[in-house]
């Protein structure tokens, strides 16, 4: 589906750089994320053509180019995925650089390790300020903001102009502290999805947009995921819906049944590993991924695989997630 984005929502989020980050036309945004992701486009590209930035675009994730933009380009502000700090963390092509004329850093698309930002904080004794957004509304939400204080675990406080609260599954808004769906409502919410209007209204009700992603507000505001509604897994900052991998190992002769989950990786988030049940005892773990590698993305393909006799599943055909790992 598509998110339709109106001049309003993308002008409201191309400014959050400048009221949460005090970026200017002095700023030279790092560009590694590609700019059809909704947080580059907005965060790195819009945002840098709003103000009269500059923005360096990178053709892909090359350490050795990277290190030549972060050591001569006057790199100012970085906004990118957990993988990226990983990387400036402990890849020996970025050893000694100096950080103290970058302003900004930012990540974003999926949850940052706390101990990547416990390395970035010790080796370089800058922070980095985790943030949240979805396609939907434009796509940021939060962040921790440079001039409040900063908590590292927490996706921060919502942008000026925007509200969050947490509501169970009966609508009923809770208080600090208590697990439930994170809503958002502001000039940042998409007009809806193009030519769905039931699932347009199912995700934003009274101008509420529904994110699908667990978690809680603590008592000073700052907003926590714990855990995704959704059936997907976030890798490397990009959304896979299960049911997309999971039909296509199930189109391969041989297997009878399957399952993904998210497993933890420090660099990535979360990698893709699949549990099989098959019918031919001959398949193999590589056989698996090659199949699933000509049918989709690399980052939608299951990095581990494992064989097993069945996938549990609850009366809705829901996988059981706790015993499938159980039983591994």
């Not at 706390?114 to 939907?136: L, S, W």
């Not at 609260?165 to 409502?185: A, H, M, S, T």
């Not at 995704?228 to 049944?257: A, C, H, Q, W």
């Not at 660099?267 to 989709?296: C, N, P, S």
Request: charged content about 25%; hydrophobic content about 40%; aromatic content about 8%.
């Amino acid at each position: 589906m598509g998110a339709m984005l109106t001049q309003g929502n993308l002008d409201h989020n191309s400014d959050t750089m400048r009221i949460c980050m005090d970026c200017d036309d002095s700023d030279s945004t790092l560009t590694v994320i590609p700019c059809f992701h909704s947080f580059s486009a907005s965060v790195n590209m819009l945002s840098m053509l709003r103000y009269g930035g500059t923005i360096y675009l990178m053709k892909k994730l090359d350490f050795r180019e990277l290190r030549h933009a972060l050591a001569a380009c006057g790199i100012t502000a970085i906004c990118a995925v957990p993988t990226l700090f990983y990387g400036l963390v402990y890849h020996p092509d970025l050893a000694g650089i100096d950080y103290t004329r970058v302003k900004t850093l930012i990540a974003g698309g999926s949850a940052l390790p706390i101990e990547v930002y416990n390395a970035f904080k010790q080796t370089f004794h800058t922070d980095i300020r985790q943030g949240y957004g979805i396609t939907e509304a434009s796509p940021v939400c939060s962040v921790n903001q440079k001039h409040l204080p900063i908590k590292p675990a927490s996706i921060g406080t919502p942008v000026p102009g925007v509200t969050a609260r947490v509501e169970d599954i009966k609508g009923n808004i809770l208080k600090p502290g208590e697990v439930g769906e994170l809503i958002f409502k502001g000039p940042n919410i998409m007009k809806g999805y193009y030519k769905q209007e039931q699932e347009t209204k199912r995700i934003i009700t009274d101008g509420w947009l529904h994110t699908g992603d667990l978690g809680y507000i603590d008592e000073d505001g700052y907003i926590y995921i714990t855990g995704y509604m959704k059936d997907m897994v976030i890798t490397s900052g990009f959304n896979v819906y299960s049911r997309e991998v999971e039909n296509v190992l199930n189109s391969m002769p041989g297997i009878r049944d399957s399952a993904i989950i998210g497993e933890p990786d420090l660099m990535r988030g979360a990698v893709i590993k699949a549990f099989i049940v098959r019918d031919d005892a001959t398949l193999t773990e590589d056989e698996v991924k090659k199949f699933a590698r000509r049918q989709l993305a690399p980052f939608k393909t299951p990095r581990k695989v494992e064989f097993v006799p069945e996938i549990p599943r609850n009366e809705n055909g829901k996988v059981l997630v706790d015993i499938l790992k159980g039983a591994s």
